[in-house]
């Protein structure tokens, strides 16, 4: 049985999050939509798996639905070559445990339960989720990524559209709507203003009519990732990572009018957006742009986290599914990465008397820093700065915003040997007292390395402290060594930025 990591309890009221190899697993998850079937990897801490692999094959089991009823032979050649494959490389790659679902396209099709025999004939054992198991499954994905999401959970897919009311860390009401992208073009085809006036038919029927005005709406799926891939193209945003991009609410509408004056020759030209996506675009604009303004939403919020992640983390224990993404994925990063492990927390817990009284997402940022610390120390001395930018703001982190992966970025680039320089990168996406702060936190990570050479015994006894207009660092008598010229420049450069003056002192 797998051993649940322990959340232990600290001064500052953060838990703890460390995972040992007991604590993490290599699970594989295959995903047969209606438009695609995927192929997922896992491996990692199970509060937030790192993606080891994945793939996806356009078989396009929903593209004939609407008008037959059934999945095409081609498409479903398609989607069985795919799955021998995936079911091959899960055996390549030593996967202790493989999970297959399936959910609109075949759930609805009449030939459905061929396809799912010709699959489990491979050797899957394929798990057929319903309408709202599905909702459920995309909304517990975005909360595994975002803990905090109190909004809308749109979820769309080839087949259908799933749309979730989370808030308070949990799954509200929830319903499957028959609005795939797949689908879009049959409904528009029977006039202008057809698709609109079905999606408000839908959402009344549902008693969806009447929610909460001013939500955000949450993006979940390829065909709306796209979409929000475009808006960052069209912006010039400086951060191509697509985790909590958020949109306006008027930004649908503009990327309609956008898709109907582009050719599909200018949208390949776009790197970011993958090919196979383009076809769906425009009618995946359309859509989100009626239920926008139907639902009466505030904003949008992409999310890379959905289904298949919600599947992993359901079957979490609830222990382990309250602690922090962020905090997790940063200390299991830096213990691989770490010459000494468990010296992240360690150091966050010396800095955090001087740095005590900021915003508590503050707090998860400069202890996100801390666990990273050592993960500049293998490369070259003179780029270990512009490693630690890298890891911060092109990581694969969750439960974080933009203006927070900005202020890693930050501190981990001044700790690094940046200094008190703000890069040009992290310019406008974090304020410039949060980048300031940020450099503070750096140049303490700094002196804390400095002074105990990424060992345990220096900064357990010895203190870091502020009072008045004095920044004061202490040691005991036995290791008051330690205080040599590169510790007191240390010393001083952090007391210059603070605005204090600097003090040794043995006690």
Not at 164 to 190: C, F, H, M, N, T
Not at 247 to 263: E, I, N, Q
Not at 420 to 435: K, R
Not at 485 to 506: N, P, Y
């Amino acid at each position: 049985m797998q051993s649940p990591l322990i959340a232990r309890p600290r001064p500052d009221g953060l838990p703890k999050e460390a995972a040992s190899p007991a604590e993490t697993a290599r699970t594989g998850i295959i995903d047969i939509g209606s438009n695609s079937v995927r192929l997922v990897v896992y491996d990692g801490p199970r509060r937030i798996p790192f993606i080891l692999f994945n793939e996806k094959v356009m078989a396009g089991l929903g593209g004939s639905l609407a008008k037959t009823g059934a999945i095409e032979e081609s498409a479903m050649r398609r989607g069985l070559t795919a799955l021998a494959r995936f079911h091959q490389l899960c055996r390549e790659m030593e996967t202790g445990e493989v999970r297959c679902v399936a959910t609109a396209a075949v759930r609805e099709a009449s030939n459905g339960p061929e396809f799912v025999r010709r699959a489990e004939a491979l050797g899957f054992d394929v798990r057929l989720l319903s309408g709202e198991e599905e909702a459920h499954a995309a909304a517990a994905g975005v909360l595994s990524a975002i803990p905090d999401a109190d909004g809308i959970v749109g979820d769309l897919g080839g087949g259908s559209l799933e749309l979730v009311r989370v808030s308070g860390g949990k799954v509200r009401e929830s319903v499957s709507l028959p609005l795939g992208v797949l689908r879009i073009p049959d409904i528009r085809a029977k006039g202008q203003h057809v698709l609109d006036r079905h999606v408000v038919k839908l959402l009344k029927k549902a008693g969806w009519d009447s929610v909460t005005p001013g939500l955000p709406f949450y993006l979940v799926g390829g065909s709306w990732r796209a979409l929000a891939r475009l808006d960052m193209h069209l912006t010039g945003f400086p951060l191509p990572v697509i985790h909590h991009y958020e949109m306006g609410r008027d930004t649908p509408a503009y990327l309609v009018r956008v898709l109907a004056g582009m050719d599909k020759g200018r949208l390949r030209a776009i790197s970011s957006l993958s090919p196979s996506r383009i076809p769906t675009m425009s009618d995946a604009a359309l859509l989100l742009s009626a239920m926008v303004r139907h639902l009466q939403s505030s904003n949008l919020v992409v999310s890379a986290f959905g289904l298949r992640e919600g599947l992993l983390f359901q079957e979490l224990q609830s222990d382990i599914r309250a602690l922090d993404p962020l905090l997790t994925a940063a200390a299991a990063e830096g213990e691989t990465q770490g010459r000494f492990r468990g010296h992240g927390d360690l150091i966050d817990r010396w800095i955090t008397p001087v740095f005590n009284d900021g915003p508590a997402e503050w707090r998860r940022i400069r202890r996100a820093a801390c666990l990273l610390a050592d993960v500049g120390w293998r490369a070259n001395p003179e780029f270990r700065a512009e490693r630690g930018l890298e890891i911060a703001l092109h990581g694969n982190w969750v439960g974080i915003d933009v203006a927070g992966r900005a202020m890693l970025a930050q501190a981990l680039y001044s700790h690094l040997g940046g200094g008190t320089s703000v890069p040009q990168q992290l310019e406008g996406l974090a304020s410039p007292d949060a980048l300031q702060q940020a450099i503070r936190w750096g140049l303490a990570i700094r002196l804390a390395q400095r002074l105990s050479g990424g060992v345990a015994g220096p900064l357990t006894l010895g203190a870091l402290e502020a009072g008045g207009d004095m920044l004061r660092l202490v040691l005991s008598h036995s290791h008051a060594a330690l205080f040599g010229e590169a510790v007191e420049r240390r010393l001083r450069q952090l007391s210059a930025a603070m605005g204090l003056k600097a003090e040794f002192e043995v006690r």
